[in-house]
């Protein structure tokens, strides 16, 4: 089995600042994993995701994300932040093998930047 | 691409009515997932079909939910009679091949009970 944790539910940030929202995971076997971002009253939207290849992920909007397969990590970073990138952020993997196509989510973290 | 549809957007019902949630997914997506997601318990998966069929209901909340996939374009999610407990935003996801590309999901449906 797998499981997800997302180590905070909230970030503040002040614009154009750095930061990091940390995933890490539990999982026996060799997994997908994903990041999402729920912008307010919308669905989730796939951010990147990392299958295999280079451990350093680019995705949409300046976010990238670095897989460490000793610690089990898969933390989300952007340099610089904006305003429009406040949301919800969601951590999620599933087996990279089998018919099991069921995403495993973390809780969420809430990413607030201020102004 | 519409991308995932949902209807409706928003639907407001009182206790012990039906209530049917209806998903058109991708064009070519051979999975489809439903999901709700409240501010208690977060996001849950409450069944998923692959090909049309059913294969895991284990996140049904109970015999009051089911959901049906006629086709490859469509599928509902009812529940009867709904609870005020129910309220939520319920999501529907389609993915296609094994899913390694990620969900896309629709804009979702609140759900008000009351």
């Known amino acids: 089995a797998q499981s997800v944790t997302q180590l905070d539910s909230q970030v503040p940030v002040f614009e154009e600042a750095p930061v990091e929202l940390r995933c890490n995971y539990s999982?026996?076997?060799?997994?997908?994993l994903f990041w999402y971002v729920q912008y307010p009253n919308q669905g989730l939207q796939l951010l990147l995701k990392?299958?295999?290849?280079s451990t350093l992920v680019k995705g949409i909007n300046g976010f990238e994300a670095e897989f460490n397969k000793s610690q089990t990590s898969f933390h989300l970073r952007k340099p610089s932040v904006h305003i429009s990138d406040t949301a919800e952020y969601f951590c999620?993997?599933?087996?990279?093998?089998?018919?099991?196509?069921?995403?495993?989510w973390g809780l969420g973290t809430s990413l607030a930047v201020n102004p | 691409d519409a991308g995932v549809i949902q209807s409706p957007r928003h639907e407001v019902t009182e206790m012990g009515q039906e209530v049917t949630l209806r998903c058109k997914p991708i064009?070519?997506?051979?999975?489809l997932f439903w999901y709700r997601q409240t501010m208690m318990r977060g996001l849950e998966l409450l069944i998923y079909?692959?090909?049309?069929?059913?294969?895991?209901d284990s996140g049904m909340p109970e015999d009051r939910f089911s959901a049906k996939m006629p086709n490859a374009s469509f599928s509902t999610l009812k529940i009867q009679p709904s609870e005020p407990r129910d309220s939520a935003v319920y999501f529907c996801?389609?993915?296609?091949?094994?899913?390694?590309?990620?969900?896309?999901f629709g804009s979702g449906t609140r759900l008000t009970v009351v």
């Open positions: 996801a389609s993915s296609s091949g094994q899913g390694a590309r990620g969900y896309t």
């Open positions: 064009s070519g997506h051979n999975s």
């Open positions: 079909f692959n090909n049309n069929v059913p294969i895991d």
């Open positions: 999982s026996s076997v060799s997994v997908y």
């Open positions: 990392y299958l295999s290849g």
């Open positions: 999620a993997v599933r087996p990279n093998a089998g018919n099991n196509r069921k995403l495993i």
